[in-house]
């Protein structure tokens, strides 16, 4: 005996509102299926939903449905035409459109949005209009009940209520949502995500427009006061970061339609870096990766700020990293926090300066074609499925794209904030150390490389301390040319060995005098160790003194308290001073290799611009002040001069360092002031635990202090707030303030209005913001100096 299966009315709550958990998600499923049914427009419209019975009516200008349609395609649950191959492709052909949905489930998103359906279609301006009514309430009364023995009405009908000369209007009723200002402000900013105009689906011929009369009012206000991405109602703008014109350090990688090869383009604010072709080794189940675009970028603190004035909304709450398969994008993938498919935050903890995250990036991931096994989960908010093929999409993500912007970005230019650079600026940045070299040579190594092209004036990679890596990366790019048969890629790789050569002749004239500068070094090393050992035994009695006094002093609390500095010199031990003559010889060093390559680079002939004296004036600056932070604390410090970068408490850190270093003489321009009051107004203790560098904190603080004494400034506060995961650190003074007419021009290179560099408070900003912080000097009535350091998790 054979038998059936048997279908509750419960099935329409699980494919309807109970899997389709989101009101946005419905709303896209049913404009993706207007679009295969090649509408060029779409209305999206809003009804009495402030007040009276709300309704959504959706409404494209496609090729309709007849009778039959609705019989046997829209009533016939998971049956999809488009799936089958039996659908009407004569207006796709002319459109060259692929279709958006396969599942034949996205109808039952009306079930989603409200409790009641109507569908009126007609495919002839002069046919009679086909008519579906259905109340999803009539499927919820009995579980027991069958699925099909629910009757829903259809008709032919000569007259419809709304105007329609071709294609389908879907009227939802008894919206099951509340819609109010803020939800359709989110709902036009999702559809302008919607549809990605940068991939070939014939985008450019599909339009949405959202409608709301109840909130004509509202938009009017919105234009009236420039807040016009608060607007609700009008033609949706698709968005493409693109538009935007920002200049930013982004990747473009893609596999060809064929999955043979892979193309990787980088650019660094509109300067182009390099362009790579390789095979692609990303292969699933037998087949390649194909048919796949990747653009990516890296979001600067300028970037992220000029993003916010643009679109009302800062990147991070806008989305990252989206996906889109054939001009559609794919919920939720890019959306903040479960978006995330691709791991960026959870990588981030484990290198928050070496990886970037979800808030440092911001791009797309363009599926085109069939490419079947890359499809989207019947949920329709859970993103792709999670199979092989997916799992090799996010490697192919990660390795060729992600870890390639990070190499450049983070590695070699150290993720510069300045939007406006020309091919100098951009050298000066990329040749100043070794890590140029070991970015190419890590391009150039792969034996599945077929070409290489990169922007030749950048790359001025000649320098005594890099032969090894450059040989290698000359052996590397010759095999290239040799197999790829590029000449101006051959000529390019004789032209640096002979520049390679004429420096090694160079080096063997000045070993000479290296040799002297040496022993003056070794000379200078000695006397370092000699002075060492005489502040140990300096050292060693101070703490035998201070052993015999901690028996009559008080304990309290403070005493006991882990903290980065102490109030005396008591424990400048051994360690500690060679420490510090280590940070000083490394600076010096630092600075005679400037000086040095200018003074090379005269002696040979080659000219300098003023470019670069400027900018090797401003790197002996910077290094300059790190000496001064050095020693005008290293000597009090209970700490390891040796680290780099360590994760404490910012906010105690900058306590102790203002109410125990600088609490003492203040220096400024060789004079000594010992009236300076300084005052810290926190109470209760703050934990706030970054990574940081202590000596640029100590210059960014030590900046601040000087300025404020330079204006005459008497007292100087501050005061602390955590808001959210950022803690603000308010500096003012009392001293004579700062002109309106130059506030905006303070952070600029260069510029000051006193006998100094006006470098200070540039290399501040430069430090707060490489460490994802930032310094601004607030609006004041009085035009006294009052500034914030943001210190972010």
């Not at 182009?272 to 990766?289: A, P, Q, R």
């Not at 560098?693 to 404020?708: G, Q, S, W």
């Given at each position: 005996m054979e038998k059936?299966?048997?279908?509750?009315?419960?099935?329409?709550?699980?494919?309807?509102?109970?899997?389709?958990?989101?009101?946005?998600?419905?709303?896209?499923?049913?404009?993706?299926?207007?679009?295969?049914?090649?509408?060029?427009?779409?209305?999206?419209?809003?009804?009495?939903?402030?007040?009276?019975?709300?309704?959504?009516?959706?409404?494209?200008?496609?090729?309709?449905?007849?009778?039959?349609?609705?019989?046997?395609?829209?009533?016939?649950?998971?049956?999809?035409?488009?799936?089958?191959?039996?659908?009407?492709?004569?207006?796709?052909?002319?459109?060259?459109?692929?279709?958006?949905?396969?599942?034949?489930?996205?109808?039952?998103?009306?079930?989603?949005?409200?409790?009641?359906?109507?569908?009126?279609?007609?495919?002839?301006?002069n046919d009679e209009f086909s008519k579906l009514t259905i109340d999803w309430i009539d499927f919820e009364s009995d579980m027991k009940t069958n699925f099909d023995s629910i009757n829903v009405n259809y008709e032919l009908i000569d007259n419809c209520p709304y105007e329609l000369l071709t294609g389908t209007i879907l009227e939802i009723s008894s919206l099951r949502s509340n819609w109010d200002a803020e939800k359709l402000i989110r709902l036009r900013q999702s559809l302008e995500k919607l549809?990605?105009?940068?991939?070939?689906?014939?985008?450019?011929?599909?339009?949405?427009?959202?409608?709301?009369?109840?909130?004509?009012?509202?938009?009017?206000?919105?234009?009236?006061?420039?807040?016009?991405?608060?607007?609700?109602?009008?033609?949706?703008?698709?968005?493409?970061?693109?538009?935007?014109?920002?200049?930013t350090t982004k990747i473009e990688v893609s596999i060809d339609s064929e999955g043979s090869n892979i193309t990787t383009k980088l650019y660094d604010r509109g300067i182009f870096i390099y362009e790579l072709k390789e095979?692609?080794?990303?292969?699933?189940?037998?087949?390649?990766?194909?048919?796949?675009?990747?653009?990516?970028?890296?979001?600067?603190?300028?970037?992220?700020?000029?993003?916010?004035?643009?679109m009302g909304v800062r990147p991070v709450r806008f989305g990252s990293v989206f996906v889109y398969k054939n001009g559609f994008r794919?919920?939720?993938?890019?959306?903040?926090?479960?978006?995330?498919?691709?791991?960026?935050?959870?990588?981030?903890?484990?290198?928050?300066?070496?990886?970037?995250?979800?808030?440092?990036?911001?791009?797309?991931?363009?599926?085109?074609?069939?490419?079947?096994?890359?499809?989207?989960?019947?949920?329709?908010?859970?993103?792709?499925?999670?199979?092989?093929?997916?799992?090799?999409?996010?490697?192919?993500f990660m390795e060729k794209a992600l870890k390639r912007l990070e190499r450049y970005a983070i590695d070699v230019v150290k993720f510069g904030n300045v939007e406006n650079i020309d091919v100098s600026d951009l050298k000066q940045s990329i040749t100043q150390d070794d890590k140029a070299l070991i970015f190419i040579e890590a391009l150039t190594k792969s034996e599945d490389i077929i070409d290489i092209k990169y922007n030749p004036e950048l790359f001025d990679i000649v320098s005594d301390s890099s032969e090894k890596s450059l040989k290698a990366i000359l052996k590397n790019l010759s095999r290239i040319a040799v197999e790829s048969n590029n000449i101006e890629l051959d000529k390019e790789v004789k032209k640096i060995k002979s520049r390679l050569a004429d420096f090694q002749k160079l080096a063997i004239d000045s070993d000479e005098e290296a040799g002297k500068e040496r022993k003056a070094r070794e000379h200078a090393e000695k006397q370092a160790r000699l002075e060492a050992e005489r502040a140990r035994q300096e050292a060693e009695k101070a703490r035998a003194a201070e052993s015999r006094a901690q028996d009559a002093e008080k304990k309290s609390d403070e005493v006991f308290k882990e903290s980065l500095f102490l109030k005396s010199m008591m424990n400048s031990d051994l360690d500690n001073i060679i420490a510090l003559h280590h940070h000083i010889g490394i600076a010096a060093g630092t600075i005679e290799n400037y000086v040095r390559n200018v003074s090379n680079k005269i002696r040979s002939g080659k000219p300098v611009s003023t470019e670069t004296f400027l900018h090797v004036l401003d790197e002996i600056s910077y290094v300059t002040r790190q000496i001064k932070a050095t020693t005008n604390?290293?000597?009090?410090?209970?700490?390891?001069?040796?680290?780099?970068?360590?994760?404490?408490?910012?906010?105690?850190?900058?306590?102790?360092?203002?109410?125990?270093?600088?609490?003492?003489?203040?220096?400024?321009?060789?004079?000594?002031?010992?009236?300076?009051?300084?005052?810290?107004?926190?109470?209760?203790?703050?934990?706030?635990?970054?990574?940081?560098?202590?000596?640029?904190?100590?210059?960014?603080?030590?900046?601040?202090?000087?300025?404020?004494?330079?204006?005459?400034?008497?007292?100087?506060?501050?005061?602390?707030e955590v808001i959210d995961n950022g803690l603000d650190i308010y500096i003012s003074d009392d001293g004579k303030g700062i002109e309106k007419s130059i506030r905006d021009k303070i952070f600029d290179m260069g510029f000051t209005t006193t006998k100094g560099?006006?470098?200070?408070?540039?290399?501040?900003?430069?430090?707060?913001?490489?460490?994802?912080?930032?310094?601004?000097l607030l609006d004041a009535e009085d035009n006294k100096a009052n500034f914030v350091l943001t210190f972010t998790r």
């Amino acid at each position: 005996m054979e038998k059936q299966f048997k279908v509750s009315s419960a099935l329409k709550n699980i494919i309807g509102k109970d899997l389709i958990v989101d009101d946005f998600v419905a709303i896209f499923e049913l404009v993706k299926n207007s679009f295969d049914a090649n509408s060029r427009h779409v209305e999206v419209s809003f009804e009495n939903i402030v007040e009276g019975e709300s309704k959504l009516i959706i409404q494209d200008d496609g090729k309709g449905m007849d009778l039959d349609d609705i019989d046997n395609k829209w009533l016939f649950v998971a049956y999809s035409a488009k799936k089958e191959g039996t659908e009407d492709y004569r207006d796709e052909i002319k459109s060259k459109r692929i279709h958006a949905g396969a599942k034949g489930i996205g109808r039952f998103s009306c079930d989603r949005l409200g409790e009641k359906l109507s569908i009126y279609s007609r495919r002839n301006e002069n046919d009679e209009f086909s008519k579906l009514t259905i109340d999803w309430i009539d499927f919820e009364s009995d579980m027991k009940t069958n699925f099909d023995s629910i009757n829903v009405n259809y008709e032919l009908i000569d007259n419809c209520p709304y105007e329609l000369l071709t294609g389908t209007i879907l009227e939802i009723s008894s919206l099951r949502s509340n819609w109010d200002a803020e939800k359709l402000i989110r709902l036009r900013q999702s559809l302008e995500k919607l549809i990605n105009p940068s991939q070939n689906n014939n985008g450019d011929s599909f339009s949405i427009t959202l409608n709301a009369p109840d909130f004509l009012e509202h938009d009017d206000i919105r234009k009236d006061t420039s807040k016009e991405h608060e607007i609700i109602n009008g033609p949706i703008k698709n968005f493409l970061f693109e538009k935007l014109g920002l200049k930013t350090t982004k990747i473009e990688v893609s596999i060809d339609s064929e999955g043979s090869n892979i193309t990787t383009k980088l650019y660094d604010r509109g300067i182009f870096i390099y362009e790579l072709k390789e095979k692609n080794i990303f292969i699933t189940s037998g087949n390649n990766l194909r048919d796949i675009n990747i653009n990516l970028f890296a979001l600067s603190t300028t970037t992220k700020t000029i993003f916010t004035k643009h679109m009302g909304v800062r990147p991070v709450r806008f989305g990252s990293v989206f996906v889109y398969k054939n001009g559609f994008r794919i919920l939720p993938i890019g959306e903040l926090g479960r978006g995330d498919v691709f791991g960026l935050d959870n990588r981030k903890q484990q290198g928050q300066m070496r990886y970037f995250g979800t808030r440092d990036l911001f791009g797309r991931v363009e599926i085109n074609g069939e490419n079947e096994e890359l499809k989207e989960s019947s949920s329709r908010d859970g993103g792709l499925e999670r199979n092989e093929t997916f799992l090799t999409l996010n490697s192919f993500f990660m390795e060729k794209a992600l870890k390639r912007l990070e190499r450049y970005a983070i590695d070699v230019v150290k993720f510069g904030n300045v939007e406006n650079i020309d091919v100098s600026d951009l050298k000066q940045s990329i040749t100043q150390d070794d890590k140029a070299l070991i970015f190419i040579e890590a391009l150039t190594k792969s034996e599945d490389i077929i070409d290489i092209k990169y922007n030749p004036e950048l790359f001025d990679i000649v320098s005594d301390s890099s032969e090894k890596s450059l040989k290698a990366i000359l052996k590397n790019l010759s095999r290239i040319a040799v197999e790829s048969n590029n000449i101006e890629l051959d000529k390019e790789v004789k032209k640096i060995k002979s520049r390679l050569a004429d420096f090694q002749k160079l080096a063997i004239d000045s070993d000479e005098e290296a040799g002297k500068e040496r022993k003056a070094r070794e000379h200078a090393e000695k006397q370092a160790r000699l002075e060492a050992e005489r502040a140990r035994q300096e050292a060693e009695k101070a703490r035998a003194a201070e052993s015999r006094a901690q028996d009559a002093e008080k304990k309290s609390d403070e005493v006991f308290k882990e903290s980065l500095f102490l109030k005396s010199m008591m424990n400048s031990d051994l360690d500690n001073i060679i420490a510090l003559h280590h940070h000083i010889g490394i600076a010096a060093g630092t600075i005679e290799n400037y000086v040095r390559n200018v003074s090379n680079k005269i002696r040979s002939g080659k000219p300098v611009s003023t470019e670069t004296f400027l900018h090797v004036l401003d790197e002996i600056s910077y290094v300059t002040r790190q000496i001064k932070a050095t020693t005008n604390f290293a000597t009090k410090a209970n700490f390891n001069l040796e680290a780099e970068i360590i994760t404490e408490n910012i906010y105690s850190y900058i306590q102790e360092y203002v109410l125990n270093i600088c609490s003492g003489l203040v220096k400024v321009d060789g004079d000594f002031r010992t009236d300076i009051n300084f005052i810290w107004k926190n109470v209760n203790p703050i934990e706030f635990n970054v990574q940081f560098r202590p000596l640029e904190i100590a210059m960014v603080i030590d900046t601040m202090i000087n300025n404020a004494v330079k204006a005459k400034a008497k007292k100087i506060t501050f005061s602390a707030e955590v808001i959210d995961n950022g803690l603000d650190i308010y500096i003012s003074d009392d001293g004579k303030g700062i002109e309106k007419s130059i506030r905006d021009k303070i952070f600029d290179m260069g510029f000051t209005t006193t006998k100094g560099s006006g470098l200070g408070l540039h290399h501040a900003k430069n430090i707060m913001e490489k460490i994802n912080g930032n310094i601004e000097l607030l609006d004041a009535e009085d035009n006294k100096a009052n500034f914030v350091l943001t210190f972010t998790r």
